[in-house]
């Protein structure tokens, strides 16, 4: 049985999506290049897989930073309370193994 891969973008034109939804536009054009990408995000198979969810962190972080105003302030929440569970969690389990090495 075959495995398929994706289909590698032209190198000359950034993306396949030139060759379909965006036919016709300027493939030089920032502008477009900024959409043709959006569109590649949007159409990516969710993986569950390590390199997937860095990836997903990876999207965060890009769409965190593009942000303005209030969405901004909502991503720098979301990254603090997930760094403050990480922080109670560690010590958490660092007060356990004292607790028991002690005891």
Do not use: C, K
């Not at 990836?55 to 990254?79: H, I, P, S, Y």
């Not at 997930?82 to 193994?97: D, E, F, H, K, Q």
Request: no cysteine; proline share 6%; charged share 20%.
């Amino acid at each position: 049985m075959a495995v398929l891969e994706p289909e590698a973008p032209d190198p000359g034109r950034g993306s396949r999506l030139f060759d379909d939804e965006l036919l016709g536009l300027d493939p030089a054009e920032p502008e477009v290049q900024a959409f043709a990408a959006h569109l590649d995000r949007m159409r990516r198979e969710p993986s569950f897989t390590v390199e997937a969810s860095l990836t997903g962190v990876g999207d965060f972080a890009d769409a965190a930073n593009r942000a303005e105003g209030g969405r901004r302030w909502l991503a720098v929440l979301v990254v603090v309370l997930l760094l403050a569970g990480v922080v109670y969690v560690a010590s958490t389990i660092l007060t356990a193994v004292v607790a028991i090495v002690a005891g």
